[in-house]
């Protein structure tokens, strides 16, 4: 579930940065890096090919890691499984050094983290749904 939160919260810093026709990036005197604007083609891109695919990844390890734990007889075999499943969910963050270039790194961070009030005024066990609102609350319906 701690993935399903970090993802909701996700969605909801990209649906409070302004929506313009381009995706603006400002540099500060500090050296830091920050969203000014974002495309609806660039939000719904990084929707559809970043966060759907990670709560998928999500849900998928939720079911298959208890019905890897639940099929375990021993206390040895659970230890060891869970210690597996750790192994399993730890393992984006070991990978993101040899895979991501160095450069994208720096810029990764150096970049302002988003002011976020209006989910703060939650609990944090709402962030799917804090999430689905802001995402229904910018979708461009006319009535």
């Known amino acids: 579930m701690k993935e399903v939160n970090v993802t909701a919260m996700f969605v909801h810093a990209l649906c409070s940065v302004p929506r313009e026709s381009s995706t603006k990036l400002a540099k500060y005197t500090d050296g830091k890096f920050a969203f000014q604007s974002i495309s609806s083609a660039g939000l719904y891109s990084i929707m559809l090919l970043v966060v759907v695919p990670r709560l998928a990844i999500a849900f998928f390890l939720l079911n298959a890691g208890l019905l890897f734990l639940c099929h375990t007889v021993n206390l040895q075999q659970l230890l060891f499984n869970s210690l597996a499943l750790?192994?399993?969910?730890?393992?984006?963050?070991?990978?993101?050094?040899?895979?991501?270039?160095?450069?994208?790194?720096?810029?990764?961070?150096?970049?302002?983290?988003?002011?976020?009030?209006?989910?703060?005024?939650?609990?944090?066990g709402s962030a799917v749904a804090t999430a689905a609102l802001g995402v229904v609350q910018r979708l461009p319906i006319r009535l």
């Open 86 to 124: 750790g192994f399993v969910l730890d393992i984006d963050e070991m990978i993101y050094p040899i895979f991501v270039p160095s450069r994208v790194q720096r810029v990764a961070s150096r970049m302002r983290p988003f002011t976020l009030e209006e989910y703060t005024k939650f609990a944090p």
